[in-house]
């Protein structure tokens, strides 16, 4: 899944250039949705009958241009309809190709360092999808009380594959509050709900034709014209319209130090990777010089950036815009880029 | 005079490219060293015969790139040595041409926006030095207990010339503590030593030749080569090595709206010209948005600039370097200057 608005890294980001497209991190360059595709070497072939982009027809060229069209087939929504049109779209696709075909469904935006982890983890959870009718979450184990994410509440043990346990999930749970955060982190019981899913496409289609009948009908009375169907189809995301109402939800637990990249300040979770400097903070491009500066995130490339007793901002510069946001209201980054959007769309 | 080092405004200033180069405000473009020049129109004969701009060899071709060649005449410094050996090398320059001129001396990086009060001032000293061996100083009347200027203490009123009063200098005085400069603005008898003189050629020549009788032994002995005497004269400042120790200083009162803009935070001093902001602060150049901010200084040409939840920084963009400093450490940017010295000297 590749869609986005490109709001949450603006400047760095923008309507026609998501996260998906950028890469962060001196050391680490390469674009996300490259590190997602890689991620799968040696797991799903890397061929245009097996790998897919879903996106929008906006940034499909931007997006082959980055991947190619050799090695993955692009699939271009006439527009952005949440998640479950998108899947929907995708299963029918892996469907036609292999009716006894499992999909892995990714977001291709997140941060995963610990490849190996992540392969083992969805090995075991591909020969489960493989031989149940269950629909498989990889739901990543949580290193603190986070309340910026969703959780999947686990329950009793329904099996293991290669050796590891794989769990009931008996409910999909909305960001909690810290105490109830911290919670969940001591139950054990709880994983973050990270988006990344497993089931046959049969599995998934039923599940659709049983919870969202409508996404058939629409499909069927367009006759497969995809601008037709999309907008009869509901714009709602998966979470909402088919797991936290199907009764087959089985999870994985992943532990290879995932972040979905919500925003800037999350770069400071993945900081061992990136190097804090003590003097500036997170720097993910441009030089910077500091005199009496801490806990910064700074991105410009090919720019010099000199701070003066300046601290827990965020300082950005990309194109012709700049950035300075405090750390604390990283989350509404979208009230700055509502006005870019009014005042000079062709900078958001 | 128009030296200068650039540091005080970086990254908009720089060595090469000192405050008197540069202009303040959306709807003030004209750079401080024009007008400076244009000041004095109408009063002073626009002709290489009576103008005379003292800077140094870096800087001669930009400031002639500016002010051309044709009605002013450029003295460039071997070297930077502060103001005595710049005023004493115009005074000959001075006296050479007309042994009865006197001279009007001036920074050009000052700001004096009421060009008619400044000259019916200007117009009564010159007639006051015209016709009396007096040092005279432009004295600055102080409008607020401000800390970061030097005084001059006036005491009895020697004479009016064209109306206004003459006072007698008592004293120069160093940057004054809050409380003191609480009492000068109370007291009436204080002005800001605005750095602004005139005095007749022989005037000040004798002065030199009685408080600082090197700067002749150095001319003299260097046979009028310029590279030779200017390591031999005293670098410091006329304040220093004339003024403060001269029985023959006078003063007018100056209530033109000057300021010297010492640093970024001067130029809320000149808020009401360069119309504030309440949902930004000062904006000299670039577009900028904002969300919850309030008190900024913004200079970034051709940027886009966004804040969310910042106040009272300074954010510049020039070239390719961006400052963002925190208001209250403006004096402290030649912290920054420092380290861009030895680190991109380019860009310094």
Not at 181 to 194: C, H, I, M, R, V
Not at 301 to 324: E, R
Request: aromatic share 8%.
């Amino acid at each position: 899944m590749a869609g986005g608005s490109g709001t949450r890294f603006w400047p760095k980001s923008t309507a026609n250039r998501p996260k998906q497209l950028l890469g962060f991190g001196r050391d680490n360059p390469e674009t996300l949705i490259l590190q997602t595709l890689r991620r799968f070497d040696g797991i799903v072939e890397s061929s245009r009958e097996r790998r897919f982009i879903v996106t929008t027809e906006l940034l499909k060229s931007a997006i082959e241009d980055q991947v190619g069209t050799k090695d993955v087939t692009t699939l271009a929504e006439p527009a952005a309809r949440n998640t479950a049109p998108c899947i929907y779209w995708a299963a029918r696709e892996v469907f036609l190709r292999d009716p006894k075909g499992i999909l892995l469904v990714m977001p291709s935006d997140h941060y995963i360092p610990n490849r190996e982890a992540f392969r083992k983890t969805l090995s075991a959870a591909a020969a489960w999808a493989r031989t149940h009718d269950d629909l498989v979450t990889l739901g990543v184990k949580p290193d603190r009380p986070e309340t910026g994410y969703g959780y999947l509440k686990t329950g009793a043990e329904v099996g293991r594959s290669e050796g590891m346990p794989c769990g009931k999930v008996d409910a999909f749970v909305e960001k909690p509050n810290l105490t109830r955060a911290q919670e969940f982190l001591k139950s054990g019981n709880y994983l973050w709900n990270g988006g990344m899913f497993l089931w046959k496409a049969e599995t998934i289609l039923c599940a659709f034709d049983s919870l969202m009948p409508e996404m058939k009908l629409a499909w069927e009375s367009a006759k497969g014209v995809l601008t037709d169907a999309y907008p009869k189809m509901t714009a709602t995301s998966i979470d909402y319209g088919i797991m936290e109402k199907a009764k087959n939800v089985v999870s994985f637990s992943l532990d290879a130090g995932w972040d979905d990249l919500g925003s800037w300040t999350s770069l400071e979770s993945v900081a061992d990777v990136l190097q804090a400097r003590a003097d500036v903070g997170i720097v993910t491009g441009g030089d910077v010089l500091s005199v009496d500066s801490s806990g910064n995130i700074v991105d410009a490339p090919g720019k010099l950036v000199a701070l003066l007793g300046i601290n827990d901002l965020i300082v950005v510069h990309h194109g012709d815009s700049i950035l300075v946001a405090r750390k604390e209201r990283a989350q509404d980054i979208k009230l700055i880029v509502d006005q870019v959007k009014a005042k000079f769309p062709t900078k958001a």
